[in-house]
């Protein structure tokens, strides 16, 4: 079974940056997709980035593009999510996730049976 392992939450004053990162093990398979979804209370999980792994093209929701960049280590089999010009309304849980299936919606939660533990990211204006 996939264990995925978030890294690289934390706390930062707007306008700043973090960089989070996600180790895929425990399963022989290869990720077709991994990336990185964030949830807030009373909110749906909303997607923000995730990446086609075998051909390295990347999916970006609307409020993220510009600002933040999914990028893989495959050798590691790692995808990073740096985040840049933070605002408070980054503040949120941010998950991990991947699929060694063919998907039609990268970016929908319902997609993904793989799923990280979560780390924090606090945004302070």
Do not use: H
């Amino acid at each position: 079974q996939m264990q995925l392992q978030e890294s690289g939450g934390g706390s930062v004053q707007a306008g700043g940056s973090l960089r989070l990162s996600c180790a895929a093990s425990g399963s022989s398979s290869t990720n077709v997709y991994m990336g990185w979804f964030r949830e807030t209370p009373g909110k749906e999980r909303q997607g923000v980035a995730v990446l086609n792994i075998e051909s390295d093209y990347p999916f970006y929701a609307d409020p993220f593009k510009g600002r933040f960049t999914i990028s893989q280590d495959n050798g590691k089999k790692t995808v990073a999510l740096q985040m840049d010009n933070l605002k408070p309304d980054d503040t949120a849980m941010y998950y991990c996730v991947a699929t060694t299936d063919w998907i039609r919606f990268p970016l929908r939660p319902e997609e993904y049976r793989s799923w990280g533990q979560g780390t924090q990211v606090t945004v302070s204006s």
